[in-house]
């Protein structure tokens, strides 16, 4: 599905810019706990199973980061087009 920023009026844009923020800083947040926990868990704990997933759902979770800026790029392009 494309994102067709044109059809959007200017105060949802904005809406949605700030929503997306949110949910990047949020996402952040998650994604360094986890892999924090998982690092440090595997560093001092003879166990890693649990450790080890935990550092492959980090990771995974990271991967929504580049979708969330294109987004935000996309977004701020289409504001500064406006003006």
Do not use: H, W
């Amino acid at each position: 599905m494309k994102n067709d920023f044109k059809q959007i009026t200017t105060a949802q844009l904005l809406s949605n810019l700030y929503l997306i923020k949110a949910i990047t800083i949020a996402l952040i947040c998650a994604v360094t706990l986890l892999l924090s926990m998982a690092i440090c868990g595997m560093a001092t704990k003879e166990d890693n199973n649990t450790f080890v997933a935990l550092f492959v759902v980090g990771v995974s979770c990271g991967a929504a980061l580049p979708l969330q800026f294109i987004n935000m790029k996309k977004i701020k392009a289409e504001l500064e087009s406006r003006k």
